[in-house]
């Protein structure tokens, strides 16, 4: 299986970077990381994923201090040997007017170092955005027809609250969601309130991602990102419902 390596932004369990990017890409932690997995040949690596996702970063509003300069050089590096990059970021529950407004979403400009970039549209997560309003799919299409006018691609989302059963993630904070008989549920915004109903609402809205694109263009998207929690049967039972999920 072809595969991409993280390259890990954060210190393991914390939100604090594991160096300093405003010191720069050359002598950094993340440049000795990819030198620590090109030193093992494998033809079935691809290349690496940038695992930081905020879509803040190279703008006066990110605290972690990345660069323009920074995203360049380390996709220059990446790619001099013969590597992809991608990027998975995240537009959370920000209005339109927010991710139109490159001083809090730099995704288009930085999309050029990357080989493919997956937004993350966060409708699965959350039926609210941040100016109160409710996140509705003809907001998810305005945010598909954003990324496809920038040459964006999408990450489909939805979770283990699909097949009824939690995601296994035990390094998660409680904040994130609940414990319940040794294993985590994911708090998510198809299920925050866990009803009878969840999981018809869960793949519902995951449904709407593939109306959503269908809307928009039929015949772009061909290459998209997963997220599915920690378990594959997501991706088949989704599809069950709407096949080209």
Not at 46 to 69: I, K, R
Not at 158 to 172: F, T, V
Not at 227 to 236: A, E, H, K, Q
Request: aromatic share 16%.
């Amino acid at each position: 299986m072809n595969y991409y390596v993280p390259i890990p932004f954060y210190k393991y369990g914390s939100k604090k970077p594991r160096d300093n990017p405003s010191k720069g890409f050359n002598n950094s932690y993340w440049k000795d990381w990819i030198d620590g997995v090109l030193s093992v040949v494998d033809s079935n690596r691809l290349g690496f994923y940038w695992s930081y996702e905020s879509c803040l970063q190279a703008t006066p509003n990110d605290a972690a201090g990345v660069s323009v300069e920074f995203i360049q050089k380390m996709s220059n590096y990446v790619h001099n040997h013969g590597q992809e990059l991608i990027w998975i970021p995240t537009i959370g529950n920000r209005a339109m007017k927010w991710i139109t407004n490159s001083d809090y979403v730099t995704i288009p400009a930085l999309a050029e170092y990357f080989d493919h970039v997956f937004v993350q549209p966060y409708y699965y997560q959350t039926t609210k955005l941040d100016d109160g309003n409710d996140y509705t799919f003809q907001d998810l299409v305005s945010r598909v027809e954003w990324m496809l006018n920038h040459g964006l691609s999408i990450e489909m989302e939805a979770d283990n609250s699909i097949i009824g059963e939690p995601s296994n993630c035990a390094y998660c904070k409680s904040t994130q969601g609940w414990w319940e008989n040794g294993t985590f549920h994911e708090k998510v915004g198809c299920d925050e309130t866990p009803t009878p109903e969840t999981e018809r609402q869960c793949i519902n809205r995951a449904c709407d991602y593939y109306k959503a694109l269908l809307e928009v263009s039929p015949s772009a998207f061909s290459t998209r990102a997963y997220y599915f929690g920690t378990d594959l049967r997501v991706v088949d039972k989704v599809r069950g419902r709407c096949q080209d999920w």
